[in-house]
C-alpha cells in the first residue's frame, strides 16, 4: 500500500507540475468543490442505474460490466464522501486519483460496449473532464489530461469491436465527440482560472489587510497604550498626594483612574489580536491576555486548557479571541468579580471557550444592554457555533461560553 501511494504521489507531483503547484489550493478551499463533486457522481450513478433497469437492450456480458463499473463508482464516491463526512482532508491528489478511476471505468464501459457506439456511456467523460477542470485550473495541466483521454477513446474506438464504420461516417462523430471534449475542457478551465485569480486577489488584499492590523497593534503598544499606562499612573500619584485634601477631587481622581485601567484594557484588544494575525496559537494569546487583565485590573485571572490546540483559522482564532475579550470586559466594569478563570477545551467533536467569574451575575435584560452579548452572540454565529450564558445570584458569578462543533479527526 505504501508504495502504491509513493507511486501516485510521484505520478501526481510530475503531471500537476509548477503551474498548479504555484496556483496550489488549500484543503479547505477544496472541501466544496469536492462535496459537490461527490453529490455530482451520486446523480450520475441514479441515472445509470435507471438506464440499466429501463428497458434494457445489452447483453448479459455487457450488462454485467456495466454493473461492475457502477458498483465500483458507488464504492469510491461512498469512501469519498465518507471521508469528508468524518472531516478528512482533502488533496488535489485524492482529486487526480478520482479524476483517473472515473476515465478508468468509462474506458471498461466503453470496451464492455464494444468500442465506438452510440449508447449513452462516452457521455460520461464530459462531466469526468470538467470535474478534473475544476479541480486543475493549470491549462497546461489540463489540455494534457483530455489529450490523453481523447487518445484512449481514439484506441478503443479504432481497436474493440468493429472498429469505427467510415460508410456511417464513424470518423466524423469521433471527431465531434473529441472536439467537444476540449471544448468542453476549455471552458470550464477559462472559467475555473479567473475565479482562482479573483480569489488569490481577494487573499493578497487579507493578507495585505492582516500586515495593517499587525502593524497597527504595534503603533497602538509603542504609542497610545504606553501614554495611558503613564496616564493612570500620574492619575494614582495625584490621589496619593491629594490625600488630605477635597474628598470630592478624591473621587474625581479615583473615577478617572479607574477610566484610565478600562482604556488601558480596550487598547489590549488591538495590540493582542495582532498576535493572532501573526500565527500564534489562540491559547498562547489568552494565557498572555488573561496575564494582563490581571496586571490592569487587579483581578486574579487564570488561563486552563485542556487538549491540543488543532490548526484553527485565522479568522476563528480571532472571533473567539474577542468573545473571550468581552467577556472579560463584562468581568471587569459590571461583574465586581474577584477572581476570573479563561477555559479552553479542545476535543473531538470541537471546541469550548468559557470565561467564568464569581461577581454579581448578570441582570435579567442584559442581553438588550449595550452590544457586548450581541456582538458575542453574532461572532459565535458565524463560526457556526453558538453563546450560552449561565448566571447565578450574587458570588456565584457568571460563564460565558462559545461552543463550536466539529471535528479535527
Not at 482560472?193 to 488569490?200: H, S, T, V, W
Not at 484588544?269 to 498562547?284: N, S, V
Not at 453574532?378 to 450574587?394: D, F, I, K, T, W
Request: proline share 2%.
Amino acid at each position: 500500500m505504501n508504495g502504491a501511494q509513493g507511486l501516485l504521489s510521484v505520478a501526481t507531483d510530475a503531471l500537476i507540475g509548477r503551474d498548479q503547484n504555484r496556483d496550489s489550493t488549500t484543503p479547505e478551499e477544496l472541501r466544496y468543490p469536492a462535496t459537490i463533486f461527490v453529490w455530482g457522481r451520486w446523480f450520475i450513478c441514479l441515472a445509470c442505474i435507471i438506464l440499466l433497469i429501463y428497458r434494457p437492450v445489452f447483453s448479459y456480458f455487457t450488462y454485467s460490466m456495466y454493473g461492475l463499473c457502477i458498483a465500483v463508482l458507488i464504492a469510491f464516491n461512498g469512501y469519498v464522501h465518507y471521508s469528508l463526512l468524518t472531516g478528512r482532508t482533502i488533496t488535489l491528489r485524492w482529486m487526480l486519483a478520482l479524476s483517473a478511476i472515473d476515465v478508468l471505468l468509462v474506458t471498461v464501459g466503453m470496451i464492455a460496449a464494444g468500442g465506438f457506439v452510440h449508447y449513452f456511456f462516452y457521455l460520461l467523460y464530459y462531466p469526468a473532464l470538467t470535474w478534473f477542470a475544476i479541480f486543475f485550473s493549470s491549462f497546461r495541466l489540463s489540455f494534457t489530461w483530455v489529450t490523453m483521454v481523447a487518445l484512449i477513446y481514439v484506441l478503443v474506438s479504432l481497436n474493440v469491436g468493429d472498429g469505427l464504420d467510415l460508410e456511417a461516417r464513424d470518423d466524423k462523430a469521433l471527431f465531434a465527440r473529441i472536439v467537444v471534449m476540449y471544448a468542453v475542457v476549455a471552458s470550464v478551465n477559462l472559467v475555473a482560472r479567473f475565479e482562482r485569480i479573483r480569489r488569490q486577489e481577494a487573499v493578497r488584499r487579507e493578507r495585505e489587510l492582516h500586515q495593517e492590523r499587525i502593524e497597527l497593534s504595534q503603533r497602538i503598544h509603542d504609542t497610545t497604550a504606553q501614554s495611558a499606562y503613564m496616564i493612570g499612573i500620574g492619575i494614582e500619584t495625584a490621589t496619593e498626594m491629594a490625600e488630605n485634601t477635597s474628598q470630592e477631587l478624591i473621587e474625581k481622581l479615583n473615577a478617572t483612574y479607574r477610566l484610565s485601567k478600562s482604556v488601558m484594557w480596550e487598547l489590549r484588544h488591538p495590540i493582542d489580536i495582532g498576535h493572532i494575525l501573526e500565527g500564534k496559537k489562540l491559547g498562547q494569546v489568552l494565557k498572555t491576555h488573561a496575564d494582563t487583565f490581571t496586571t490592569i485590573t487587579s483581578i486574579p485571572a487564570k488561563m486552563v486548557q485542556n487538549g491540543i490546540e488543532p490548526h484553527i483559522s485565522t479568522a476563528t482564532r480571532s472571533m473567539l479571541f474577542s468573545i473571550a475579550h468581552n467577556a472579560l470586559t463584562n468581568a471587569f466594569r459590571h461583574a465586581r468579580a474577584s477572581q476570573v478563570v479563561v477555559q479552553l477545551d479542545f476535543h473531538a467533536a470541537g471546541i469550548r471557550l468559557s470565561v467564568s467569574d464569581d461577581g454579581i451575575g448578570l441582570p435579567e435584560d442584559y442581553a438588550s444592554r449595550g452590544h457586548g452579548f450581541k456582538n458575542m452572540q453574532a461572532e459565535a454565529e458565524r463560526m457556526g457555533g453558538r453563546l450560552e450564558v449561565n448566571s447565578g445570584n450574587s458570588g456565584q458569578g457568571t460563564t460565558v461560553s462559545c461552543v463550536i462543533e466539529c471535528s479535527f479527526n
